[in-house]
């Protein structure tokens, strides 16, 4: 048994023994320099790097190939070498290491060479006046400099100087601008730091003004203007129905005060503030006073004898010229009416007895009347007119009691051969025959009583040149019932206040 046991283990050592035995596993590579970064001396050198690997390696230049080698490699150091840098700026390089798939860089930089190129310029800094001119810089240095100005405005001559010393003439442009300018001059050359000379130039007098315009209502009133300068001003000039305060300054505010314009026209003035050479303009635009009534004419019925010397042309194309020249009768319009002004007797009936201009006994301009469209026409020449404004016509009438128009209109146009427009009147009604008229005249025994008769024609559009005329005239075929005697007319006669005070003497036209 034991014997056994003994050649069983005996067995089992002889397998054991002929088992095959595993191959060993290498070791993993490794790969360090020293040092890992090298400064060099900007006169050039070498420097000994250290390797340590367990499997080969290679140094390679991977950086800065243009100045810095590899030499003296062994298996555990190799050598980095640079020439001398000639430059006054640090060069930077690296060399790469690499074993199996390891590798290291190694950071060279090789120190910058002394600079010594210098630049100095006098002065630092240029100013001008808004004029221009040439003013010196001097140059001092070790290298050729070259001047470069920032702006179009500035010359430099010579704009290059050799190394030493030299002067150059910086010439600038006049500042026609209202505002101030500035530049540099750059001194460049070599390696040496640039050098800057500041130029600065004044503006061109000037003043200006927030606003070159105030529209002022008709009424006037207060505005501010502010004012920027760089010159004193005072106020040159000025509409005499203006006033401005401060009368002189610099940058300032100032109050313009505008009269109320009693006008019905528009009106302008400019304001001018000056200064040195410069000068700034605010022009007033004051509104007209539509309020503002303009008396254009006025005739006179009451006292004016008339005589046929200084009578307009009252005759109408086939008209009688019969007319008598005694007595008192009416008058060209009053002193101030536009030249031009007339009035004429417009005879558009077919009577049969002569046309009678004046009556003498009555003292008034008196007229036979037939028909619709008998009437007085009223022109007033050269008139400039503006849109919204009202042309009004105020006079009186009377007449006899014979066959006579009795119902009366007026009506408007601002060119003699325009369409006519029925005026306005707050008496106005319509006749029986449906036609607008502005006064009926009634019979009172002889002669109808006095009547007044307004009317008023707003203008619709602006005209220039235009001629008013207003027709007063016989608004349809309807006469008044009395005696047909021969004679009896329609009269324009003076206006008078309810106390038989004259209130003006005859036809009376404005305009507001």
């Known amino acids: 048994m034991k014997k056994t046991l003994l050649f069983l283990l005996a067995s089992l050592a002889v397998l054991a023994s002929c088992e095959p035995k595993e191959p060993e596993k290498p070791a993993d590579p490794t790969l360090s320099v020293n040092p890992e970064s090298v400064v060099l001396e900007a006169a050039g050198g070498s420097q000994t790097i250290s390797v340590e690997a367990n499997n080969s390696w290679t140094a390679e230049v991977t950086s800065g190939t243009e100045w810095l080698t590899v030499s003296n490699s062994s298996s555990s150091s190799f050598t980095v070498s640079a020439s001398a840098n000639p430059s006054h700026k640090n060069l930077m390089g690296a060399v790469t290491v690499k074993s199996d798939k390891l590798s290291k860089v190694v950071s060279v930089t090789q120190l910058a060479s002394p600079n010594n190129d210098k630049i100095e310029v006098s002065p630092a800094s240029l100013s001008f006046e808004a004029a221009g001119g040439s003013k010196d810089v001097t140059v001092k240095a070790n290298v050729d400099v070259t001047a470069t100005a920032s702006e ?13 010393q030299a002067t150059v003439a910086v010439k600038v442009a006049e500042n026609t601008g209202s505002s101030p300018r500035e530049a540099t001059i750059t001194f460049a050359g070599g390696d040496a730091e640039s050098v800057t000379v500041a130029v600065s130039q004044t503006p061109a007098s000037f003043i200006t003004v927030s606003s070159e315009t105030i529209d002022a209502p008709a009424d006037g009133g207060e505005f501010t203007v502010k004012v920027t300068s760089n010159v004193n001003w ?35 003035g400019d304001i001018v503030l000056s200064g040195s050479s410069a000068k700034a303009t605010v022009c007033v635009v004051q509104s007209a006073n539509a309020a503002t009534e303009t008396l254009l004419a006025t005739w006179r019925c009451d006292d004016a004898a008339y005589t046929d010397s200084h009578s307009p042309d009252w005759s109408t194309p086939g008209a009688n010229d019969y007319s008598h020249g005694t007595g008192k009768g009416i008058a060209l319009p009053e002193e101030g009416a536009p030249a031009g002004t007339q009035m004429t007797w417009v005879r558009n009936s077919g009577i049969s007895f002569d046309l009678v201009y004046i009556t003498a006994a009555e003292g008034h301009f008196a007229v036979k009347a037939g028909a619709a469209d008998d009437g007085f026409l009223f022109s007033i020449p050269g008139q400039n007119l503006k849109k919204g404004q009202v042309i009004s016509i105020d006079c009186g009438l009377a007449s006899g009691a014979n066959s006579l128009p009795k119902n009366w209109v007026a009506k408007f146009r601002t060119a003699e051969s325009g369409d006519w427009t029925v005026g306005e009147c707050s008496n106005a009604f319509t006749t029986n025959s449906g036609v607008t008229a502005h006064l009926q005249m009634t019979k009172t025994k002889d002669y109808t009583s006095h009547s007044r008769f307004l009317a008023t024609y707003t203008v619709p559009e602006n005209v220039s040149g235009a001629t008013i005329q207003i027709f007063v005239c016989a608004a349809d075929g309807e ?34």
């Open 479 to 512: 006469t008044l019932k009395g005696s047909t005697t021969s004679g009896a007319t329609v009269r324009l006669i003076p206006l008078y206040n309810t106390d038989n005070a004259a209130e003006f003497p005859g036809p009376r036209i404005s305009i507001k």
């Open 152 to 164: 179009s405005w500035i010359t430099v001559t010579p704009s290059s100087v050799a190394s030493g």
């Open 234 to 268: 005072t106020v040159a000039s000025k509409p005499d129905w203006a006033t401005v305060s401060p009368t002189s300054g610099d940058n300032t505010d100032i109050k313009v005060t505008v009269a109320a314009n009693s006008s019905s026209e528009e009106r302008k």
